[in-house]
């Protein structure tokens, strides 16, 4: 009779532990198959990195090692549970970055009728940002209606000018307007917020995104002006979420030489790294910079710049990094 009463004690701490471990701050863990998942597609500025024509030092290695090479900043999202997977950014490296983010969000409960993808959320009208797009049309995929969130002035530039107004015509894409600060509910567990931030505007606004998951929030902010010219704190920003990809395109001044670096006015790396150095240990670490120019070191292997930013308890941002949300 004690074998019986052995085994069903045995069973009953077993099911106990299992729960205990499944068991969070907020009641349950997602498993695996149901997590929502970020992960980093791309880190250059919009031209990528080695740059078209680039023959300096900075490219050079670059050209002659493919591992070296590093594509267009793009954030990709997957929510394992439904399946459901969305591109921040359409870039020029729209093949790779789709192909990666396809086969990181393979599982079997991807919808049989699913489309290629959920929505796509862009930024602005640089190139680095849209241009992707092409691959949607009739030349390449033929896509079907694939949701396309942007603001109104980028809505217009694409509806108004070819070949964009093509994929509009065709229904390869259907652009959704956005608001500013107006959050977007992807579905029960995912909500992605727009907020404007001042840039060169020439033929849409720029904002940057705060996607929210289950339980941890990213900021993807890769486009901006001087931090001193946005009418919102940064470091406010910072501290509203758990991941911060913020612009690091020029690590500093004089990057480029012979060029008015006034006339590109992202925040320089050097200038964030003493700006958010008074932040505590723990917002610090949530800073990951992203978009690099080809001129900026931190593209090099190990370097002063690279430990500048480690040291200053920040990191850059790697390919094909992920995070669970």
Known sequence: MRQPLIKSAFYLLSVTVLFCLNDTADGQTQKPEQSVELIVLGIA????FPQAACQKSCCELAWKNPSLRRHVASLG????????????DCTPDFPQQLQVL?????????RPDAPILDGIFLTHAHIGHYSGLIHLGREVMGAQQIKTYCMPRMKSFLSQNGP??????????????MAAATPIKLNERIEVTPFVVPHRDEFSETVGFKIQGPSKSVLFLPDIDKWSRWDQSIERMIESVDIAYLDGTFFENGEIPGRDMALIPHPFVSESI???????????KKIRFIHFNHTNPVLQSDNAATRKINQAGMAIAKEKETAKL
């Open 45 to 48: 500025q919009d031209a990528g």
């Open 77 to 88: 999202l997957i929510d394992h549970a439904t399946g459901q997977k969305w591109l921040f």
């Open 102 to 110: 396809h086969e990181q969000s393979s599982n079997k409960n991807v």
């Open 164 to 177: 964009w107004n093509q994929l509009v015509k065709l229904e390869n894409i259907r652009t959704i307007e």
């Open 274 to 284: 003493r700006r958010f150095s008074p932040l505590v240990e723990t917002e610090r």
